[in-house]
């Protein structure tokens, strides 16, 4: 039950992140294998990272199955990147439900790996962004992760409620149902209403090398 | 003797990527030092990278040899990058044989490593491209992988076609051969005649977001 | 009492190179999470990649602690970063220091692991120059690594006197303090009188493609 739970989990993220990758390929004008390439590795990326650092096998070298998903995922993409209203606003939200979904998947499988509540949260926040920010770089915009909004402290926010909950002794389907709403909820919100985190301003107002 | 035929395979591409790097560092007028840097990094960079998706020892951390060969070669290039009539043209030909020869190595090494046919496959692609994508981002060119011209889709055939008549019971120095030619016939006629695989283009030609 | 020297560096290496991630964060005007990512990952970026280079656990996955350093030391120069008459003044001296620290921890903890002295002078290098790299990538600042002046050469110097005096039966402490000297004093002097090393000029004098 509770491996279904974070299975699920892991290959939902993976679908809609491969699809923001994908996204980014039309609107690149790429040919099929481009967005095979840019929608697999923005769906595997941020597991990849993770596992890597965990010490644990990577996850798509025992299921390819992962791999073929990542390929079909981007082909429907090149056929039908066409359909939503606006590219750029689906791609934005997709990329929200990623990163909700993501960083709680990926802080359950830091402890099941055996690691600390603050090694799980980074985990968290690592799988969460880190296929973003390859997408971002081959693509050639500007990372996500270091845009205005509230991002990278969404997955932190989700992957803290998961990790508290689950030490308190929660259930795991919800700790990692509260953890991904806690996520998806800041996410939204911050792009709905334009929230932000104070930024650094020198205290003198004058201009500072 | 199959253990020569793959030790070859992986020596040449390591020199040949390691030319590519070092052009590309004569070019922006580096120091010996950079010409050591960017060329050994674009050597070992594919190889790196599959051994550690693998979990497999880093290839060059067992035998450093691989690392004093990339500054020699890198050396060389240093005093004889003004030889060749065009720096580009021959920077894209030894790119094209690295790619094909690393394709076939890379998805041999990951057999050897018990790894299944479709994940072969894909370190065979990573092999033959990650090193050509770290030095064209370190180098600040457009990564090649990305270009309009058949790449990846050329390695991932040379790798299918030797993963395929490994399965098939064929003798490897043949499975390998093959793959190497069908890799870099595909890569050669796509620079030659400018072959493309269609691109994405939205159905109704309007200017989409 | 060797363990603590190397601790010791390692420590020293991980605060002045946070500073140096938040201190880039501070010139993009970046909000705390900004500062956080942005300062640890500079800190921790090149220990991980040698650990994961090394196949050993990367360091901050069994000691939490460091990135625990890493956030503290982010928030206070949040506060902070407009004490210095010139902020880029204290991002190059601080990213020298930095840069001799790990290139002798860096290269030290490579031999602990077993590698050879070459491989562990390449761990020296890439210990000491990769959180560099990735704080310059993802800040969207040229890498320093590439820059004209001798930066990945005095990290090599450092580590290479640091591996010859072991080999050489010298006591740990002198072994890694004299490393941190020469490495630090190559860098100072390029970057105090602009040292440079010869760079690639085709022979001709000619526009070479």
Chains 1, 2, 3 share one sequence.
Not at 10 to 15: A, E, F, R, V, Y
Not at 43 to 67: I, K, Q
Not at 184 to 201: D, V
Request: aromatic share 8%.
């Amino acid at each position: 039950m509770f491996e279904t739970a974070t299975a699920t989990l892991d290959w939902l993220g993976l679908i809609v992140f491969t699809i923001t990758g994908a996204l980014v390929a039309s609107r690149k004008a790429m040919d099929f294998v481009g967005f095979a390439v840019l929608g697999t590795v923005t769906g595997v990326g941020g597991g990849t990272l993770r596992d890597l650092l965990l010490g644990a096998p990577v996850f798509w070298t025992e299921r390819p199955a992962y791999l073929l998903a990542g390929v079909l995922v981007s082909g429907a993409v090149f056929f039908a990147a066409h359909l939503p209203q606006s590219r750029s606003r689906a791609l934005v939200r997709l990329d929200a439900i990623g990163l909700a979904l993501f960083a709680v998947a990926g802080a359950e499988r830091a402890l099941q790996a055996g690691a600390s509540g603050t090694v799980a949260v980074v985990m968290g926040v690592v799988t969460a962004t880190f296929g973003g920010v390859i997408r971002d770089l081959l693509g050639g915009d500007s990372p996500v992760i270091l845009s205005r909004e509230i991002y990278a402290s969404a997955a932190a926010a989700g992957a803290v409620t998961f990790v508290s909950l689950t030490a308190l002794g929660a259930p795991r389907e919800i700790a990692l149902g509260t953890g991904f709403v806690v996520a998806l909820l800041i996410r939204a919100a911050s792009l709905r209403w334009g929230w932000t985190l104070p930024r650094y301003r020198p205290p003198t107002g004058l201009p500072h090398r």
